[in-house]
């Protein structure tokens, strides 16, 4: 069984930082990454990092967020600094087989107060 399950979510300052993880298990994934779903508007990328380290940003994070990945873990990481209020969102853990086959965690809800 497929699982992915987010952790480290929780209530900041403005400001402040926090640090996801993503622990997967029953298979490993050519790449992984966070996405993020606000009240009332849709899914988005926040980062992705493949299983060689190569990573891509949102624009509205880069510079202030780092993913990252420990394959012997099975691991993906998300740290945020600098955080705002419009970061708040619930983040989920997305693990890639293919550009067909892909797999979500349940999500983690992150809050910024300003």
């Known amino acids: 069984q497929v699982q992915l399950v987010e952790s480290g979510g929780g209530l900041v300052q403005a400001g402040g930082s926090l640090r996801l993880s993503c622990a997967a298990s029953g298979r490993t994934f050519s790449t992984m990454g966070w996405y993020r779903q606000a009240p009332g508007k849709q899914r988005e990328l926040v980062a992705t990092?493949?299983?060689?380290?190569?990573?891509n940003y949102a624009d509205s994070v880069r510079g202030r967020f780092t993913i990252s990945r420990d394959n012997d873990k099975n691991t993906v990481y998300l740290q945020m600094n600098s955080l705002k209020p419009e970061d708040t969102a619930v983040y989920y853990c997305?693990?890639?087989?293919?550009?067909?086959?892909?797999?979500w965690g349940r999500g983690t809800q992150v809050t910024v107060s300003s």
């Open positions: 990092i493949t299983n060689g380290g190569s990573t």
């Open positions: 997305k693990g890639s087989v293919s550009l067909a086959l892909a797999y």
